[in-house]
């Protein structure tokens, strides 16, 4: 490691200093992700990837009841990364929290019909199947939460 190289996490799956032409660093300062994810490791390289991009990462929940607990106990929350199975049960109760809250959100997932989920939650709901790249999910949350904080 080089003397005064910033320190950086490390990446499980991908790795890129851009997004959105912009360092991960400034992207998402100041910001509050959730993140419900059941997958450990992938869990891991989006909480670390979040804090590259400045986030603060509130999570990884990996059942609906936690996630719910969180969204109580957060109500300045910015955005949110779900997966849609979170250990054999559907995180739509979370989504709907956040969609109630008017907190934007995006799919992360494996499973679901993207039909369905757009029926659910409208055309606009970003649907990011797995395994996708980090950058790509951090650069449609950075697209979709309103405002400077």
């Known amino acids: 490691m080089r003397p005064n190289a910033p320190l950086k996490c490390p990446r499980v799956f991908s790795h890129s200093e851009q997004v959105l032409g912009a360092p991960l660093a400034v992207t998402l300062t100041g910001r ?12 891991l390289d989006m909480e670390f ?16 009841q936690d996630g ?17 199975d979170l250990r054999g049960n559907p995180v739509y109760p979370i989504a709907d929290a956040l969609r109630e ?6 799919f992360h997932t494996g499973l679901g ?5 757009h029926a659910r939650y ?9 395994p996708s790249h980090m950058e790509s999910v951090i650069g449609a949350l ?4 309103p405002g400077p904080r």
């Open 68 to 84: 719910l607990e969180l969204l109580t106990a957060n109500p300045d929350i910015d955005a949110a990364i779900l997966d849609l």
């Open 49 to 64: 990837a979040l804090i590259d991009a400045g986030a603060t990462v509130l999570g990884p929940v990996i059942d609906v």
């Open 113 to 117: 019909s993207t039909d369905d989920l």
């Open 142 to 145: 950075v697209q979709m939460i």
């Open 32 to 43: 509050r992700i959730l993140i419900a994810e059941d997958e450990g490791l992938l869990a």
């Open 122 to 130: 409208g055309n606009e709901t970003r649907i990011f199947t797995k």
């Open 101 to 106: 809250r008017g907190v934007p959100f995006v």
